[in-house]
């Protein structure tokens, strides 16, 4: 079974940064790989993915302040957080897609069906 394994939450002012981090040992080349985000009382939601051609989809509540990267080597997911607001409190999963070769919006729009979750990690952002 693969287990996606994040880290990196914490508490935040607004404004501020964070960077979540999410290691999927020997899994994760040809797939599809995203961040996901369920604040209490409310669905879990989709933040981005990043497909295995390397393009990247965002939300639009995300748009231009996260970022998703990879470390190929360190078999790694981020999610580099900037101009965190408090609507960007949740918390945090990384999924990465039982199948290969999802790019675009196929990636985007089909990894919740597909995926391998983390057990998440809480970011709070606060004023």
């Known amino acids: 079974q693969v287990q996606p394994v994040e880290s990196g939450g914490g508490s935040v002012q607004t404004g501020g940064s964070l960077r979540l981090s999410c290691v999927v040992s020997?899994?994760?080349?040809?797939?599809?790989m995203g961040w996901f985000r369920q604040a209490p009382g409310k669905e879990r939601e989709e933040v981005g993915t990043?497909?295995?051609?390397?393009?990247?989809i965002y939300a639009d509540s995300v748009k231009g302040r996260f970022t998703i990267s990879r470390d190929n080597a360190k078999n790694t997911l981020y999610l580099q957080m900037n101009s965190l607001k408090s609507e960007d409190t949740a918390m945090y999963y990384c999924a990465i897609d039982r199948r290969l070769g999802f790019n675009g919006f196929a990636c985007y729009n089909t990894l919740k069906d597909s995926a391998f979750w983390g057990q998440g990690t809480q970011v709070t952002v606060s004023s």
């Open positions: 990043l497909a295995t051609d390397g393009s990247t």
């Open positions: 020997g899994y994760s080349s040809g797939r599809c």
